[in-house]
């Protein structure tokens, strides 16, 4: 018998967490819904545009009856708990229903505050917090005039603005004189009045009611309804409707009278699991290391936590989380995160454009970001927001940072605002996914995260440049409450993050996959395409000697040393040092093309030859033919060094100022067969006219008359970034050093698939200095390791397999007649 | 009833790798699971014709080389959302030799 699992509270945070159980445990549970709202799961978020006439119900249903039924689920829709015996673990809905549980999730969210002020009771006075709210909303919106909202928080403007489009006559009281002061400061605050006051809603700050009144009335028989509001300096207004939306309280009172430990909320571990371990608890309701929630968001992350736990995997912890806001009110952009006040010892950095209505202020403490508040121009939020979460060190581009991200020197494709383009703009331009295409999967399939939009529309699921576009189109799409946590896992596989495992890899000894699986509790037997070769490498680079690499967790590419072509044909490129060849080499590449019947022969934009549509099972002959004509595996294929291109230099051209094709070769001498964590590209120029395009690679070298000037993160491909200058140097042999030292640096520390540029710009160009410029023993050891991990790792892997190494591999295992 | 081909030994193929058959049809692609279970489905991804014999295998599945699409070893289904079939061939395992049936 499957054991039984009861959720109470059909609201976001308890549905999301089936939704996760379903993803990792499907049908482990025997699953049974109580909610007290007599409708299936809906976004509750989206009310606000509900009640604009932006949205219908239809419209915001997140799950319906048949997502319930093909789940299993069993649904008591308008049955509200009301007792739980946990001796016997039973609970009792209002109606007579019992049900019997093993493991108990309480969801119950939590309700509008209502001021304790004489008349709150009468008609005509409401929370905005569910469907039942709007109703009520809607319905007098179309038989009287006067609407009063109380509380100048997110949630009263949100209502204000869709009683205003409703035709309501709306004025805003604020017990504070400036809005949203738990997002915004004065300034921004300000200028949000002036664009609702535009709007045509009316406020009054600094304002204490003081009793509700009723109207008079037509008929006895009716309930007495509101008509007016008398405020403590003795002013009244009139009033049809009354909203309160001064704040929350969570929904507790069911958890205490079963005895379960409560303060302001329920109180719950890192697991959600509450003072009963059996009870766990998710949502508005719950209070965690002393805080309660009213985002969604941080629900979220509770959510997938609850769901790892229930599912028993128990490697998840939540620990918090940072959220930003963002206000539903159409035509206005605010966006807020963090700490948005500042003060004492923080730092304000502040971007004003009265005209244009602009207003940025970024909240900074030793060169990080800790809050930003955004009007106007919200473009950057979560480009901001992503520097705050992951803590990124903004010294190198402190001066720009407030122009946001189209300004920073790689001027990508990020910086553009998405909303601006059009409908048929092309997104992803690996998958050819247009704007309008994402937007219809997100609103037609309901997606909330970027995994989904991945999943089901492929943007942004390949190479990865265009994922800030697509968060964007997410954010504006949805309301801007799904952000992912703060380190994100690998994969699917796991929860942790890289840096966390290649962590564990080195402090913990593991030295195999096995190894590194049950140590940090993977949670798929053996990994994933995307996991694998990322572990395979960490391994790698870690135990040089005594790891043995796992040709199943490489890409083909790197399995058969070859690029594997559309056809399913390969293309081979026979390493040439310094991108120098002999009469000799030239006729061994052309007997071979010849002999195999290769059909295209191209020189590359590395400067070497290629060969392509070779059959697989001639690779080790070609291989073996090539060999003989001693030359070796180009590498072209692999996440590993590719190629040093070089320029004639001194030997030859008349501006020459250093011997740039002799470092070239030694330089590929010294670096080949390393493996990386992508690709990784070199050039050396032989004067600053840089024939040798050296300002686009990941390591560059420009020759001077006095030295060398070193640069790197560069990169060519989908987004072009130009290198920043590292240092200058004097020798050829500190630029062997710092060659060693970087290209180690860059081995140990950035994660698999990462290239030097994204590299570069998450950790800063000043900490990649600390390490390979000022710190010169530090440097030393870095070379010291890069060569100790070259001397096993510089083998032909052509050679090997010429010599019958997996030959088996490149031949069918049967032919049938 | 199934006509049972030999085609090798459980050992010729790599685990979590593969191996081909060739056939006037077009190449069968034998996969090995860490659990040493085999399945065989047509060497041709329903995308654009990957050969999945290339892939990374992974639990009871398949990654094509090409896109990333993901099949499932025992039924030959792309694992959604992506939509589409490799075709599947049953194969028998007996004493470490691996039979391929002809149907
Ligand atoms: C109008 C509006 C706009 C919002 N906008 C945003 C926004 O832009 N961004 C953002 O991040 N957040 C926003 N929020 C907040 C967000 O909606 C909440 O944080 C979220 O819904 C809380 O989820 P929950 O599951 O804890 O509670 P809920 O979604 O409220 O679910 C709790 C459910 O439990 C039921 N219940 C309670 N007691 C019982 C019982 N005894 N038996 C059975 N059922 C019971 C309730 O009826 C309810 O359906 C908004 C909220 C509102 C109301
Ligand atoms: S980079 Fe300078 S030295 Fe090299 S080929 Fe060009 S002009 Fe000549
Ligand atoms: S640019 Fe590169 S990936 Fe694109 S088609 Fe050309 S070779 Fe292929
Ligand atoms: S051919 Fe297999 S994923 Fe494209």
């Known amino acids: 018998m499957k054991p039984k699992l009861i959720l109470i509270g059909n609201g976001m945070a308890g549905v999301r967490t089936l939704e996760e159980l379903q993803k990792i445990a499907p049908g482990k549970y025997e699953t049974t819904v109580f909610g007290a709202e007599p409708h299936v799961n809906y976004n509750r978020i989206l009310l606000s545009p509900v009640l604009a006439g932006e949205k219908t119900f239809d419209e915001i249903v997140i799950n319906d009856r048949s997502w319930y039924d093909d789940n299993e689920i069993t649904l008591h829709t308008g049955r509200k708990v009301v007792s739980i015996d946990r001796k016997h673990r ?32 009468l008609e005509g006075v409401v929370g905005f917090r569910d469907i039942h709210d709007v109703s009520r909303m809607l319905d007098a919106s179309q038989k009287h005039k006067h609407a009063v909202v109380i509380g100048g928080g997110l949630l009263g403007l949100e209502a204000a603005n869709g009683l205003l489009k409703r035709g309501m006559h709306v004025t805003v009281v604020h017990l504070l004189d400036t809005l949203m002061e738990r997002q915004l400061d004065k300034p921004a605050a300000a200028l949000l009045r002036r664009s609702l006051e535009d709007t045509g809603v009316n406020f009054l700050l600094e304002a204490q009611t003081e009793a509700i009144l009723p109207a008079p009335r037509a008929l006895a028989e009716e309930p007495p309804r509101v008509g007016s509001i008398r405020f403590k300096n003795g002013t009244e207004i009139p009033a049809d409707l009354v909203v309160m939306a001064v704040g929350i309280r969570p929904n507790i009172e069911l958890a205490k009278s079963c005895g379960i430990h409560c303060e302001r909320g329920i109180v719950v571990s890192d697991t959600l699991q509450t003072y009963d371990p059996r009870v766990y608890s998710v949502g508005e309701c719950v209070q965690h ?38 206000l539903k009110v159409t035509g206005i952009d605010l966006f807020s995160a963090g700490d948005y006040l500042g003060g004492n010892g923080y730092e304000e950095l502040v971007f004003q ?80 996914v247009c704007k309008k295409t994402i937007v219809d999967a997100i609103v037609g399939k309901k997606l909330f995260t970027l995994d989904e939009v991945r999943a089901h529309t492929k943007a942004s699921a390949s190479c990865g440049s265009c994922t800030g576009l697509v968060e ?169 060094l ?92 500190e630029v062997k050093e710092y060659c060693g030292a970087f290209m180690q640096l860059y081995r140990e520390e950035a994660r698999y698939l990462e290239r030097t540029a994204p590299w570069i710009e998450r950790v800063g160009l000043t900490y990649v200095k600390s390490r390979i410029v000022e710190d010169e023993e530090g440097r030393k050891v870095l070379n010291e390791r890069f060569l100790v991990s070259q001397q096993t790792a510089q083998v032909d892997p052509w050679a090997e397999r010429v010599q019958g190494k997996e030959q088996e591999l490149f031949q069918p295992l049967r032919a049938l007649a | ?78 694992v959604a959302p992506d939509v589409g079939c490799a075709q599947r061939f049953e194969i028998k395992l007996e004493d470490g030799r691996v039979y391929l049936a002809r149907s």
């Not at chain 1, 640069?711 to 050829?732: A, F, Y």
């Open chain 1, 353 to 432: 454009d009265p005209t244009r209505g602009v207003y940025k202020k970024l909240v900074v403490k030793d060169n990080k970001v800790k809050g930003a508040v955004l009007y106007g121009d919200t473009v950057d939020g979560s480009w901001y927001f992503q520097l705050m979460r992951e803590n990124t060190d903004i010294a190198d581009f402190r001066e720009t940072v407030m122009f946001g991200r189209a300004h920073m020197a790689d001027s990508g494709r990020e910086g553009q605002s998405v909303m601006g383009m059009s409908a048929d703009a092309e997104i992803c331009g690996c998958n050819g």
């Open chain 1, 289 to 326: 290391r002393g805080n309660l929630f009213g985002l969604v968001a941080p629900l979220f992350e509770q959510a997938k936590v609850c769901a790892n736990h229930l599912a028993e995997y128990g490697i998840g912890r939540y620990q918090g989380s940072v959220t930003s806001t963002k």
């Open chain 1, 642 to 733: 590719r190629t040093v291109k070089t320029c004639v230099g001194s030997e030859w051209c008349r501006f020459g100022t250093q011997d740039s094709t002799g470092l070239g070769v030694k330089l590929e001498k010294i670096t080949w067969g390393s493996w990386t964590p992508h690709k990784f590209k070199m050039a050396v120029s032989g004067c600053p006219r840089n024939c040798a395009e050296a300002t686009i690679k990941d390591f560059g070298v420009i020759c001077v008359d006095s030295g060398y000037e070193v640069h790197v993160g560069g990169n060519g491909g989908i987004k072009i970034r130009g290198t920043d200058l590292l240092c200058k140097l004097g020798t050829e042999d």
């Open chain 1, 90 to 121: 039973v609970v009792l809905a209002e109606d007579g229903t019992e049900a019997s549980y093993d493991r108990l999730i309480l969801a119950t969210g939590s309700q509008p505050f209502i001021l304790p002020v004489p008349g709150k009771e």
């Open chain 1, 472 to 640: 964007q189109i997410l954010a504006a799409t949805v309301g801007n409450y799904d952000q992912t946590p703060k380190e994100k896992p690998m994969c699917k596989c796991t929860e942790h993050a890289h840096d966390t495992v290649r962590a564990a890899i080195v402090e913990q000894g593991l030295k195999t996959m096995d190894a590194v699986f049950k140590a940090l509790e993977w949670k798929t037997a053996d990994g994933c395409h995307s996991c694998r070769p990322a572990l395979n490498y960490y391994l790698l680079c870690a135990w040089p000697d005594g790891y043995k690499d796992d040709p199943q967790s490489r890409f083909i590419n790197e399995r058969v040393h070859a690029n594997i072509q559309k056809d399913g044909t390969y293309s081979v490129v026979p390493r040439m040092w310094g991108g120098l060849t002999t009469p000799n080499e030239l006729r061994a590449i052309a007997d071979v093309a010849d002999k195999f019947k290769i059909p295209t022969v191209k020189v590359t934009g590395g400067q070497r030859i290629d060969l392509l549509g070779v059959k697989k099972e001639d690779l080790p002959k070609v291989w073996g033919d090539l060999n003989a004509a001693g030359m070796v595996s180009g590498h072209a294929y692999g996440k590993s």
């Open chain 2, 1 to 78: 009833m199934n006509d049972w081909l030999p085609i090798g030994t459980l050992d010729d193929i790599p685990r979590l790798g593969s191996r081909v058959v060739e056939t006037v049809f077009g190449d069968i692609a034998l996969f090995r699971t860490a659990a040493d279970e085999v399945f065989a489905l047509r060497d041709r991804c329903p995308h654009k014709a990957g050969p999945l014999s290339q892939g990374i295998v992974h639990g009871k599945r398949v990654t094509c080389p090409l896109h990333n699409w993901v099949l499932e070893l025992e039924s030959g289904a792309v």
